[in-house]
């Protein structure tokens, strides 16, 4: 048996110049339609066309266009030096052996195995068969009877039981039975449940020629005869589907990588999903993706994958099927490294932001990666509409991906991928805006040049565990809220407030003393009022319960103050409030009315400035504090009355206390609190979705 090592193609249909090193036992072609698959098969099968004598090749009646643009073929075999060249000499298709630039003559060996070839022509198809889609559509339409009378009796008893085994392990109600003088014939047996149209419990059953029932498991069973009758080395399968269910189009794949063992296939095919990485030997079996960027370049458009080298097969998005996925989100990376990460910084970030609804959400989106430095070549596999897809890669690579999506774009007239986008930024006319935009996938390079740099100086495993443990960088929260803003909602829920129409439950703290007052109010008649003691003398009231930063998108700690201007003198005259535990810790904020604004972490209810800035305080007005305390982090803002912002402190991080139940008003001398309210924003699954 002569076994191909490499195929060159040039001119041949629409094929501009094609090679396919590395050619194993099974080989698959992947691609859209008119991507030049079945003319590669075709190209091969010229092996079964060859006059060895006259040392030409026969051309078809529809392939006279050959002569016009000089088609060459060439093909390496195991153990042949050199490679057998079919091309056009002054109109004369000829076949010679082409060794260090000269053309001689054929050898032997390779003069044997192509005289066979024509010997057994009539018989079995020859050394090569070639199963076109013309070919499968004659399963389709000829009666199986006649078929299988004319192509069974070829078989042996061990082949025919390989038939039936098969046939039903995908469904068990086949079976064959075998008549008189060879004569066969394969029968269906079908069950009916009579009680979903009578309501009685009682079951029928029927036995109906498998001819007369649907066109798919009929042409697998002319297909799997024709492949074990013929004597052929190479089996050339063009749009293998057959319209089999999902299971036993697997089953069909795993029985030609045994066939593999004894004969070297072909597949061809448009649908990743026929590709099974569970079942494929990884050393047997080599993969080409017809790749939409290096046709854009006249380049050789096919991409061969070794899967040996695939760090992940199962999350590998060349192996997904196009639209029969059941997530809704698809985001693609780099590599299988990238895709661990990414899947853990994603499941930390759910549990982060929707505590109740994060395994839902996580359910929704898939993770796939493009295999490395070959993603521009998979870009062809991302998903179109009803699906959402966002490409993600290093930041090093973006240059390279402006130009890729604007060849791939200039290309896509087919529409056989959505429009892409390069985004240079998540907010504002980035990420944000594209993701709004119908049948666009943006592409996203991330700020770093490599994802690693996020983590520091860590090996690959530590990283991954450093995702799946809840570290994830500020980036990436942007970038998940934003892309899963189709699921995400976020609800504010009022934990606490008091306008102070009554005076209940607060208690005093220190030598503080706090009271109802009439003086002033925001709204209403009263507020509180702090007395002339000094911090952190005051007082303080339990909320209705406990609440957990780590639980929550952020908490909202918010209400108005007024400083009479009679109470303003040195820094010890600060507004100062603040959500505490128990024990008296946790956040609050310094309003200074000596020009200083901070923010403060109280520990037993002493003070310790996290960050201090300058700002212009009001005194005699009211005026609105805002401490937003989220999960890692505290931001502060002050407004007047207008709304107007008037000072604030950002990106304070600090995690040392999570948990807070109860508000406490602190500082120096006097002044006055209304309107005081907390409430905690969480996000869970849209209802919509």
């Given amino acids: 048996m002569l076994k191909l090592q490499k195929i060159e193609i040039e001119n041949y249909g629409n094929l501009q110049k094609v090679g396919l090193k590395g050619l194993r036992q099974l080989n698959i ?34 392939e006279k266009f050959l002569r016009q643009y000089k088609t060459t073929l060439n093909f390496y075999f195991e153990g042949v030096e050199g490679s057998v060249i079919l091309y056009e000499d002054k109109g004369v298709p000829k076949v010679r052996l082409k060794k260090n630039g000269n053309l001689t003559e054929l050898p032997e060996g390779v003069k044997k195995w192509l005289k066979r ?83 009685q419990n009682s079951t029928e059953s029927f036995e109906g020629e498998i001819s007369e029932q649907g066109s798919g ?20 399968i063009d749009e293998p589907e057959l319209g089999l269910n999902p299971a036993a189009r697997q089953s069909f794949l795993k029985w030609l990588l045994g066939k593999s063992k004894e004969k070297q296939i072909f597949i061809a095919t448009h649908d990743p999903s026929f590709v099974n990485p569970l079942l494929l030997s990884r050393e047997d079996v080599s993969i080409y993706f017809f790749s939409v960027y290096k046709a854009s370049k006249g380049e050789n458009p096919f991409v061969r994958i070794d899967l040996s080298q695939i760090e992940d097969p199962n999350l590998f998005a060349g192996f997904m099927p196009h639209t029969t996925s059941l997530k809704g989100i698809h985001l693609y990376v780099e590599g299988g490294f990238d895709a661990y990460v990414f899947q853990g910084l994603l499941y930390s970030y759910l549990k982060s932001k929707a505590p109740s609804d994060w395994y839902k959400i996580l359910s929704k989106v898939g993770i796939y990666h493009l295999h490395g430095d070959i993603w521009p070549h998979l870009l062809y596999t991302v998903v179109k509409e009803p699906y959402q897809a966002v490409v993600i890669l ?68 530590e990283i991954i565990n450093a995702a799946w443990s809840g570290e994830v960088p500020d980036e990436f929260h942007r970038l998940f809220e934003i892309v899963l803003s189709k699921y995400l909602s976020q609800k504010e829920e009022l934990v606490f407030y008091d306008d102070f129409k009554e005076f209940k439950e607060w208690e005093q703290y220190g030598r503080g ?5 009439s003086d002033v109010a925001y709204k209403g008649r009263y507020s509180l009022k702090k007395d002339e003691h000094g911090d952190p003398n005051g007082g303080f009231k339990k909320l209705p319960k ?36 128990e024990n008296f810790n946790g956040y609050g904020f310094f309003a200074g009315h000596n020009g200083k604004l901070a923010i403060e972490k109280r520990t037993k209810g002493n003070p310790e400035t996290l960050k201090e800035v300058e700002w212009k305080p009001i005194e005699d007005e009211w005026y609105q504090f805002k401490l937003i305390i989220g999960k890692d982090k505290l931001d502060l803002y002050i407004y007047n ?49």
Wanted: charged share 35%; proline share 3%.
């Fill in 29 to 62: 072609l992947i691609g859209p339609n008119n991507s030049g698959k079945t003319h590669i098969l075709r190209a091969i099968n010229k092996l079964n066309k060859i006059d060895v004598e006259r040392a030409e090749w026969n051309l078809e009646k529809d």
């Fill in 117 to 199: 070839s024509e010997e057994v022509k009539k018989l079995n198809g020859g050394r090569i068969l070639f199963c076109s889609e013309d070919r499968l559509k004659k399963y389709r339409d000829r009666p199986l009877e006649d078929f299988v009378a004319e192509t069974f009796p070829k078989l042996s008893e061990g082949q025919k039981d390989e038939i039936e085994e098969f046939l039903s392990s995908i469904d068990p109600n086949i079976e064959t039975t075998y008549g008189p003088r060879k004569q066969t014939k394969v029968r269906i047996k079908i069950r009916l449940f009579q009680r979903i149209i009578t309501g």
């Fill in 217 to 236: 498991i009929k042409s697998l069973i002319c297909l799997m005869i024709d492949i074990l009758a013929s004597g052929a080395d190479i089996i050339l």
């Fill in 394 to 461: 290093d930041g090093d690579k973006k240059d390279d991906a402006k130009e890729k999506v604007k060849v791939l774009n200039e290309y896509g007239e087919n529409k056989i991928f959505p429009r892409f986008v390069f985004c240079e930024s998540i907010d504002g006319d980035g990420l944000r805006k594209e993701l709004k935009e119908a049948n666009t996938c943006p592409v996203y390079c991330l700020e770093k040049k490599d994802l690693r740099e996020y983590f520091k100086e860590r090996s690959k495993d």
């Fill in 513 to 517: 003393k706090i009271e109802l007052s």
């Fill in 546 to 581: 406990k609440i957990n930063r780590k639980r929550l998108n952020h908490i909202i700690f918010s209400g108005w103050i007024f400083r009479p201007s009679e109470h303003v003198g040195t820094a010890g005259y600060a507004d100062r409030l603040a959500i505490e535990d």
């Fill in 641 to 689: 009355k207008e709304g107007d912002e008037i000072g604030k402190i950002e990106e304070i991080i600090d995690d040392e206390y999570d948990s807070f139940d109860q508000v406490a008003v602190h500082g120096g001398f006097v002044y006055y609190v209304d309107c005081i309210e907390v409430k905690v924003v969480k996000s869970h699954l849209s209802q919509s979705q």
